[in-house]
């Protein structure tokens, strides 16, 4: 059996060749996200593992390359893959060295942000111009290159006498003499950042060129010259926009300063180039979208078009819309393909369904979980019956619980709801009992995972999680979690299997293997919390709220609570403390908690906001990932006093001044967790 756990490496797009990419890669985002290979500027925006990066490198001029050689069609559209790509990414070219300088006034700043401008033209022009050299062999009569020696030495010549770069490539002969002085450029500003030298040259201090100006100077003139046809787009990726916003933590408004200079490139509405920032939602607020040297700010559909990949892989109202299964199985099936783990299998027809259920099974059912939560067990721990029930009840879900005991959790907390703790009704006689609904309405499929987790907890059992269904519900939408989830799972079945090197041949996880390895892969999410930004605070908060909606659902004997995994707030209390309402929407946008708008069940129809966990942390604290009925209706007051007590802020948070009053329409739900 192959030794290598095929989702070892999690991120394609930094762990893998560019032919391995062109197996690896997963068109099921492209429809989503056709704009990027439209003309027109885009921000697309993404968590970690969602896919953004990936489906940036679709520009990149190796992946390009990668697809023709390979023999594979180029996954965009043929009207749409006319276009050179070319950019920068904002870690790997070392942007953060800004940061390195000491800033001592906004005068300083200012001419800071100038020098990152400068470096950025630079840059990108000479990505531009490597790129169409790149593309100009195998690739020449599918884009529209004509990239002559002749023709490049003329564009060379004419480039230098553009008024935009201040006399800097004066010295210019040649094609070659170009992208040497341009090489020259950022290896001065290189060295200058590392404090290889005090002052950068003067042939630079005097030459600062103006953000995106060398840019369009430069693709107007491909075209011109002939080198690149008319109707030939090109593309500036400019990706991880977010390293920007890390430098405000070094020095105060850097890093602002320079997402302005960026959004000066999506302000200007140049139709010769088209730029994609690709980021994580956190640095994309509307508070930072001002434009350098204005007091204007970007505006969405003027400026620039926003595409946001968690929300096209978030699970809509209607599943048949729902697209990650498909996402997630793709993804899988390439994992193991490039692995050499399907040698042998590609005729089993059973794989044609779902190489997901194949080696994860489809999932125990709800009553295969609870006989191994009581194997051997007394089935008395599925109940818990006062003194003060009828004997004839406690017999009848007694009875009932050595023969079905999902049924006997259900029947009393059936009982409990409609007794109203007096229990006085007729017991039933016959089934289909009244909460086993099959189907026809929601009571009963609605409590399954909380009467799980009460049966597992009444016998001290761990939770378990295993098949395809849960692996994509834990997954929330996200590729980099589902990646791993498989990587712990196999890992784990790696370690607990006689593994020998013969014959390739699929697995199919044991359960309890799967179970394992998905704790593993919640706990280890959870430790990365506090690793990001600000993380430790949230860290903090998400293991109070992750332990109290535990206590909660666990202790709701009635179960008419189901959806207590979650918790709402009206969106117009939150707006009264920007400070709290700060902290949870980085929460939301760092992946620890999802939220989402929504429809309050009272009649004052105020907006609220409705918060859960994200879904891979359920296996840590033991709660159900799925979200059902309402959430936990709180007030503003009943969030603080949780801020304060799991101390997600160094200060305590006051509440005198806002006047707060529970709305009478606001009755807060809220269970003490000691």
């Known amino acids: 059996m192959n030794k290598i756990n095929p989702f070892h490496e ?55 390359l990668a697809y023709k050689r390979s023999g594979t069609p180029f996954p965009v559209s ?32 200012n001419e800071l942000a100038v ?4 470096f950025i033209n630079y840059w990108v022009v000479r990505d531009i111009i490597l ?25 060379a010549v004419k480039l230098k006498k553009e008024d935009c770069w201040f006399e800097y490539l004066d010295d210019v002969k040649d094609f070659e003499s170009l992208t040497n002085r341009l090489k020259s450029r950022v290896v001065s500003y290189r060295s200058y950042l590392h404090f290889n030298t005090d002052t950068l040259p003067s042939k630079i201090t005097n030459s ?101 990949i968690d929300e096209v892989l978030r699970r809509p109202e209607n599943i048949r819309t729902y697209i990650f299964p498909k996402f997630a199985e793709d993804i899988f099936e390439k994992r ?90 007729n017991i039933p006689t ?33 939770l378990i999680w295993q098949g395809k269904k849960d692996i994509l519900n834990l997954s929330g939408g996200n590729i980099l979690a589902f990646l791993n989830l498989c990587q712990q799972i196999w890992e784990v079945w790696m370690r607990d299997s006689n593994i020998d090197n013969g014959t390739e041949k699929l697995p199919q996880i044991a359960p309890s293997i799967q179970t394992l390895g998905i704790l593993e892969a919640s706990a280890n999410w959870f430790d990365r919390i506090s690793r990001e930004n600000g993380g430790k605070e949230r860290k903090q908060f998400i293991a109070y709220i992750g332990s109290l909606f535990h206590k909660n659902l666990v202790e709701d004997f009635s179960m008419s609570n189901p959806g207590f995994n979650g918790f709402s707030i009206e969106t117009q209390e939150l707006d009264r403390f920007e400070e709290v309402y700060k902290f949870l929407k980085e929460a939301s946008d760092f992946g620890d908690l999802q939220d989402r708008p929504h429809t309050t069940k009272y009649k004052n129809r105020k907006k609220r906001v409705k918060w859960y966990l994200n879904p891979i942390l359920s296996p840590y604290f033991k709660i159900p990932p799925t979200h059902t009925k309402e959430p936990m209706y709180i007030t503003l007051k009943d969030l603080i006093s949780w801020l304060n007590e799991s101390s997600a802020f160094t200060h305590t948070l006051e509440t005198s001044s806002l006047n707060i009053k529970t709305d009478g329409g606001t009755k807060s739900h809220q269970i003490s967790l000691f």
């Not at 490039?338 to 190489?355: A, E, M, Q, V, Y």
Request: overall charge positive; proline content about 4%.
């Open 208 to 308: 600062k060129t103006a953000i995106g100006i060398p840019i369009s100077a430069t693709v107007n003139l491909l075209r011109k010259c002939g080198i690149i046809e008319n109707d030939v787009q090109v593309y500036v990726r400019i990706d991880q926009y977010e390293e920007l916003a890390w430098l405000d933590n070094g020095i105060k408004g850097l890093g602002t300063k320079f997402k302005s200079v960026i959004n000066k490139l999506l302000a200007m509405r140049d139709a010769s180039v088209s730029y994609r920032i690709g980021t994580r939602p956190f640095a994309w607020k509307d508070d930072t979208q001002e434009i350098f040297g204005t007091s204007a700010r970007l505006e969405e559909s003027r400026n620039y078009l926003s595409i946001s």
């Open 430 to 462: 016959t089934r289909p009992f009244p909460w086993e609904t099959k189907g026809k309405l929601y009571w009963e499929k609605e409590r399954i995972d909380q009467a799980l987790l009460q049966i597992a907890s009444r016998n001290r059992q761990q």
């Open 336 to 425: 193991l393909a490039i692995n050499n783990l399907l040698i042998g299998n590609k005729n089993n027809p059973k794989l044609k369904k779902s190489l997901l259920s194949e080696v994860f099974g489809d999932g125990l059912s709800a009553n295969e979980k609870v006989l191994n939560y009581v194997a051997k067990k007394s089935k008395n721990n599925i109940l818990k019956l006062e003194p003060t029930w009828p004997d004839a009840w406690k017999n009848f879900l007694i009875e009932l619980a050595d023969e079905d005991p999902l049924s006997a959790r259900l029947g009393e907390a059936w009982a409990r709801q409609r007794g109203k703790g007096n229990i006085i009704f």
């Open 115 to 118: 020098y990152f401008g400068d």
């Open 131 to 155: 790129s169409v050299q790149e593309l100009s062999g195998e690739l020449s009569k599918d884009i529209g290159i004509d990239f002559s020696i002749k023709k490049l030495n003329d564009f």
């Open 78 to 109: 043929t009207e749409n893959s006319k276009f050179i790509g070319a950019g920068i990414n904002l870690i790997r070219s070392s942007v953060a060295d800004f940061g390195q300088r000491p800033v001592n006034n906004t005068e300083d700043l």
């Open 10 to 64: 999690l991120y394609v797009t930094e762990s893998f060749d560019a032919d391995s990419f062109v197996h690896l890669f997963s068109d099921v985002l492209i429809n989503h996200t056709s704009a990027l290979f439209k003309p027109g500027n885009v921000v697309l925006q993404g968590l970690p593992g969602t896919g953004k990066t990936m489906m940036l490198s679709l520009l990149k001029p190796s992946i390009r």
